[in-house]
């Protein structure tokens, strides 16, 4: 029914890119305050190999170090900061829509009697999730907050979708994990999850078959 293992007893999304298309909102905020800062273009490329999926202070550092920077921890806080006010003013004008298929996937999962977490880097889940009216379906949230709290490392490291099936009461080879970035493919690779869905808005089907997606797919209602 939801085109998973029977294996598989809990699921665990991303958020920005797989349940909302507040990625795209994401990926002008960083493009913005990075040209900003740098006076330099910041590219589609940019954003899937250093940004997408990391923490927002890592992918500061490890975008800036990809332009031969040293950056302090000051300068990292600063311009991350600067990116978190920003993408608060983009989602408070335009709002928030979670994906149609995404939306019907939830409700498939849902129906099925699957425990839902949502495992994301953002510090803004809480807010995205209640504007777009998905928190309904969330057990377990292991966001950019939690990842702070408990000293987990971000993505790619696996220590976040770790706790989110933790969370909710299940070994990692009995979750999925669902994701559309590079590095939260590899994180569910690394972490030996039972299955990983590589989601397709852009990073390519290629990369994230490369990086350890079992399927990948353009939309989640395509598993249906």
Known sequence: MLGLPDKITALLFDLDGVLTSTAVLHREAWKKTFEAYLGEPFTESDYLNYVDGRPRYEGVRTYLESRGLQPTEETVHEVGDRKNALIDQIIAERGVTPYPGSLRYLEAAEQAGLPIG??????????????????????????????????????????????????????????????????????????????????????GRDELKNAGADVVVADLAELL
């Open 118 to 203: 949502v495992v994301t880097s953002s510090a803004n889940a809480t807010r995205v999730l209640g504007v777009s009216g998905l928190d309904r379906f969330v057990r377990a949230l292991v966001d950019g907050n939690v990842i702070v709290r408990d000293n987990l490392k971000g993505k790619p490291a696996p220590d976040s979708f770790l706790k989110g099936a933790k969370e909710l009461g299940v070994t990692p080879e009995h979750a999925a994990v669902f994701e559309d970035a590079l590095a939260g493919v590899r994180a569910g690779h690394d972490g030996a999850f039972g299955f990983v869905v590589g989601v397709d808005r852009g990073a």
